[in-house]
């Protein structure tokens, strides 16, 4: 049977402005809509299995292998074999490293594409895989809320592309300065928007955009993750590295730091496709609600969220939540309020999560390079501390797999006052000072970013 997707909310009754969408659509559908009617999140309604037979074949195979590997699984009956092969070769020409920091603890280093940042690695899937789903003649116009790194990454997979315009938002005064010029530069057919207010303010004016009839003729989609084509290629990273370093069905431990959830979706639906993951671990910053969640089962959104060094982490209201959730039997609405909570003790079996503060992610740092070498930037610092709290807690000696989602170059001045180098910039990043362009500001206030895609969004070729 082939795989469709439904709605998170397909289930809400009497919810007053909820008219719950229970229908099914095909991938291609799901992603051309970003999200569903009724403001939930497409999920799949079945999850196809890997044999281990299969993952083990992946060692020392390049990396676009396990990408044509995972997306057959899911897209066979929506796409050719041959348009799946070349769209995976064309996607993944950049090496995935793996690094040990100690015997069986690793670093999944997932910083060498274009934007130097784990988001290249759905977006460039993502940006190909619409561009044969687009109806002929119509223009696609992406919306892209960014905290830090999937806003550049997506306006880079998607820059020249025909038919296909993006708009990203992203918060005043929460990017880097790395981030903020990597996203005001890319031109052509991509616009950043400098947003007045948090990330949770970008993301919901997305999110209102596709809420609004009034914008519908636009056909309007997502990049963020609330797209499922951006879970979607966010599964392979874990079978890949799982296939290069691990013994045939030895379980492993990944810990990876969260902030919308999407990264950690993927590994949580890897796990459901046959991959050993003895526990999946959800360091956050110190926007806490989920290791509070999971502490005290009782779920509350951080509003306003809180402004931390690992800026691509300050979500207040992760949106893959809905998606968690649901596959856990719960259901939470896009502004964060619970319907039914999920099966909370499975979710323990399984996850584990812990706040790490900015202190922490500093001193994680300067263990790290003191100790081992080897520099980490704030987001992958913060995944390192929470995997060395989980050892801490459990005594667990399995092998282990940390994902380090940006390169520490993108970061400079945190790095240099904590450590007094200056991380040398990958190859992408070099003539980044030479790009010319910037942002138009925007409030938060919903009205008037209605009227600006109104005035500058184009219909047609």
Not at 380 to 408: M, N, Q, R
Request: hydrophobic fraction near 40%; charge should be negative; proline fraction near 5%.
């Amino acid at each position: 049977m082939p795989i469709r997707y439904y709605s998170t909310n397909r289930l809400l009754k009497n919810i007053r402005g909820v008219t719950p969408f229970t229908g099914k659509v095909s991938f291609r559908e799901a992603l051309l809509a970003g999200q569903a009617p009724d403001e939930g999140l497409f999920v799949p309604d079945s999850i196809p299995t890997l044999s281990m037979g299969d993952i083990i074949a992946l060692r020392n195979q390049p990396y676009w292998q396990a990408a044509l590997l995972v997306a057959s699984a899911f897209l066979s009956d929506e796409f050719p074999a041959d348009v799946l092969e070349a769209v995976m070769k064309d996607a993944y020409n950049y090496p995935v490293l793996l690094e040990a920091v100690y015997p069986r603890a690793f670093l999944l280093r997932l910083d060498q594409g274009p934007t130097a940042s784990f988001k290249d690695f759905a977006a460039r899937m993502m940006a190909r895989l619409m561009s044969h789903c687009r109806p002929q003649g119509e223009r696609l116009n992406i919306l892209v809320a960014t905290s830090g790194d999937t806003g550049s990454a997506v306006g880079d997979a998607f820059k020249g592309v025909s038919g296909i315009d993006v708009t990203i938002l992203y918060p005043e005064g929460e990017v880097s300065l790395m981030q903020k010029k990597q996203l005001d530069t890319i031109g052509g057919n991509v616009q950043a928007l400098c947003v007045e207010g948090k990330f949770d303010d970008c993301q919901n004016l997305v999110k209102e955009a596709f809420a609004d009839a009034g914008l519908a003729r636009f056909n309007l989609s997502s990049a963020n993750s609330i797209n499922f084509g951006r879970i979607l290629p966010q599964m392979v990273y874990y079978i890949y590295a799982y296939a290069q370093l691990a013994g045939a069905g030895e379980e492993v431990v990944f810990s990876v730091p969260s902030g919308n959830f999407g990264d950690a979706l993927g590994c949580e639906y890897a796990r459901r496709m046959g991959l050993p993951v003895a526990r999946l671990i959800m360091p956050t910053n110190e926007n806490d609600e989920f290791p509070v969640f999971l502490e005290t089962g009782k779920y509350a959104k951080a509003s306003p969220s809180r402004a931390c060094i690992s800026n691509a982490m300050n979500v207040g209201h992760p949106s893959n939540l809905a998606r968690f959730f649901e596959l856990y039997g719960g259901t939470v609405d896009r502004v964060g309020n619970v319907h039914h909570y999920p099966d909370l003790d499975e979710m323990r079996r399984r996850i584990f999560s812990v706040s790490i503060t900015d202190e922490q992610t500093r001193q994680t740092i300067r263990s790290v390079y003191e100790r081992y070498r080897v520099i980490l930037e704030q987001h992958g610092a913060v995944g390192w501390s929470g995997l060395e709290a989980y050892f801490a807690k459990t005594g667990d000696d399995k092998l282990a797999i940390c994902l380090e989602t940006a390169h520490p170059a993108k970061f400079p001045e945190e790095i240099k006052s904590l450590l007094g180098i200056e991380p040398d910039l990958p190859d992408s990043m070099k003539d980044l000072a030479q790009r010319e362009g910037s942002a138009i500001p925007m409030s938060n206030n919903f009205a008037a970013f209605k009227s600006y895609l109104q005035n500058h969004l184009k219909i047609r070729e």
